[in-house]
T-cell receptor, first 117, second 114 residues
Framework: AQKVTQAQTEISVVEKEDVTLDCVYE???????LFWYKQPPSGELVFLIR??????QNEISGRYSWNFQKSTSSFNFTITASQVVDSAVYFC??????????????FGPGTRLSVLP | DTAVSQTPKYLVTQMGNDKSIKCEQN?????MYWYKQDSKKFLKIMFS???????INETVPNRFSPKSPDKAHLNLHINSLELGDSAVYFC?????????????FGQGTRLTVV
């Protein structure tokens, strides 16, 4: 069965520090897809990025960057020069096929990031 | 032009009551979901429908009954509400046959059973 682990339950940093959120996944599929979502205090779930299992190129988007390493089954997320508005719960997720059709998203337990001014 | 909308946003009700949460998506997706988020923020799949057909039915009490009148709607009806049902319920949708697509979520319904 698919499983996503986010070992860091809570992280606190001071504004402008860099912070990395860890994500480790388990799957028997050779093709799979990974995602990061952000849940700010307002409660909505905001999609940040998706990554295919066959594309290990790292990605940078502004202050956000993602490091995908298939060898260690990890898909880590780094925020550079953190800001107070980055305070949120961040979820890593894995997409799996169910019964030859349909799709399910398996979420990790989330990491609560607090950025202090 | 909200992509996934669910109503109501807040629901406070007494134990034993029956309530419904509605969800609609205008993205043309063929798969819709209900997720439950507990007080520790764990997000757990409850149900998934693909083109009005039930695909995923995770270990959920049969007091919970999803209904999909068409592929743009997935409603959740809960009978005989219990205190433990208090949580945030999220509706979501995706292109289910294409794994490389993200799920779009509604804003959530915070259910409080008193």
């Amino acid at each position: 069965a698919q499983k996503v682990t986010q070992a860091q339950t809570e992280i606190s940093v001071v504004e402008k520090e860099d912070v990395t959120l860890d994500c480790v996944y388990e799957t028997r599929d050779t093709t799979y897809y990974l995602f990061w979502y952000k849940q700010p205090p307002s409660g909505e779930l905001v999609f940040l990025i998706r990554r295919n299992s066959f594309d290990e190129q790292n990605e940078i988007s502004g202050r956000y960057s993602w490091n995908f390493q298939k060898s260690t089954s990890s898909f880590n997320f780094t925020i550079t020069a953190s800001q107070v508005v980055d305070s949120a719960v961040y979820f890593c997720a894995l997409s799996e096929r169910r019964d030859n059709y349909g799709q399910n998203f398996v979420f990790g337990p989330g990491t609560r990031l607090s950025v202090l001014p | 032009d909200t992509a996934v909308s669910q109503t109501p946003k807040y629901l406070v009700t007494q134990m034993g009551n029956d309530k419904s949460i509605k969800c609609e998506q205008n993205l043309g997706h063929d798969t819709m979901y209900w997720y439950k988020q507990d007080s520790k923020k764990f997000l757990k799949i409850m149900f998934s429908y693909n083109n009005k057909e039930l695909i995923i039915n995770e270990t959920v009490p049969n007091r919970f009954s999803p209904k999909s009148p068409d592929k743009a709607h997935l409603n959740l009806h809960i009978n005989s509400l219990e205190l433990g049902d208090s949580a945030v319920y999220f509706c979501a949708s995706s292109h289910g046959l294409i794994l490389n697509t993200e799920a779009f979520f509604g804003q959530g319904t915070r259910l409080t059973v008193v």
